[in-house]
């Protein structure tokens, strides 16, 4: 799935070639995605310019022009990419918004994207509503997180993954964050001093920061505004690793399953 990283690469590849533009329409081959795309989407998008592209959790938010915007999230498997206008579409290219000489097109074999119309201020989209903080600004501290964490008993990792406690830290970028920090992803999350918590906070910021600069991870099918791939997979220090040894201490790395996802940590590295 497109994480944080993606989604943040991904907009910083749309906005030089979106922004100022003016949108003449959208063709919807496909509406049924995660939640139906708006039958009247065509129309309520032709003569719009955008304004601004950016992330806000795992979705690109597109500004328009007339205090309204389009949500654009990537599912499982999806990517949006700039094209020709005149560039044909292919298998599961699902919908386009379509400017005077080029569209932006998604792509989501599996469907579970999504492209949700809204007027207003974006952060007040219902998707947006009651979400955590957003891990790369200063409102993710050792102390917000620390107390965030005082009554959860469920292991650290999958409290780390839930999105009204910090937005975008996915099942990749979770493993890697909590092996630079040293904390084991089976720990019970309310056993953290603070001083962990700011270790842990300082993990997650780093690890993103690297996984944004090398482009994301590519694990599949995942390509960027323009087509590229994403590299940060070549560093990864646990995730998708269990039973080789530790690139730190050489010890055999773990496998266990939290919740629904495979989780990797170092039993020497990692307390």
């Known amino acids: 799935m497109p994480e944080l990283p993606e989604v943040e690469t991904t907009c910083r590849g749309l906005a030089p070639l979106l922004t100022g533009h003016t949108l003449t329409g959208a063709t919807v081959r496909e509406p049924r995605l995660r939640w139906p795309v708006d039958a ?5 998008v032709q003569g ?27 599912g499982m498997s999806g990517s949006v990419r700039v094209l020709p206008a005149t560039t044909p579409a292919a298998r599961h290219d699902h919908l386009d918004l ?5 569209v932006l097109r998604l792509h989501d074999p599996r469907r579970f994207g999504a492209v949700l ?16 903080c957003e891990p790369l600004t200063a409102a993710f501290s050792g102390e917000g997180l620390f107390a965030a964490l ?11 993954m839930d999105n ?3 937005v975008g830290v996915g099942n990749i970028y979770a493993n890697e964050s909590l092996f630079l920090a040293g904390i084991q992803p089976t720990r019970p999350a309310h056993t953290l001093s603070l001083a962990d918590c700011h270790r842990m906070v300082s993990a997650v910021k780093t690890i993103l920061t690297r996984a944004i600069e090398a482009g994301g991870s590519t694990l599949r ?10 590299y940060f997979q070549q560093s990864y220090a646990v995730y998708g690793r269990a039973g080789t040894p530790c690139a730190v201490c050489g010890s055999v790395i773990i496998g266990v399953r939290l919740g629904q996802r495979m989780s990797s940590y170092c039993p020497v590295c990692q307390e």
């Open 221 to 230: 099918d995942f390509t960027n505004a323009v087509g590229k791939p994403g």
């Open 117 to 132: 119309w809204g007027e207003g201020d974006p952060c007040q989209h219902p998707r947006l509503v009651g979400l955590g």
């Open 98 to 102: 379509c400017f005077a000489d080029q």
């Open 48 to 74: 719009r310019t955008v304004l601004r592209v950016y992330r806000q959790a795992k979705y690109v938010v597109l500004v328009l022009s007339g205090e309204c915007y389009v949500l654009i999230h990537l």
């Open 40 to 44: 009247a989407l065509n129309s309520k």
């Open 150 to 160: 005082r009554r959860k008993a469920a292991p650290i990792k999958t409290v780390l």
């Open 164 to 166: 009204k406690v910090v």
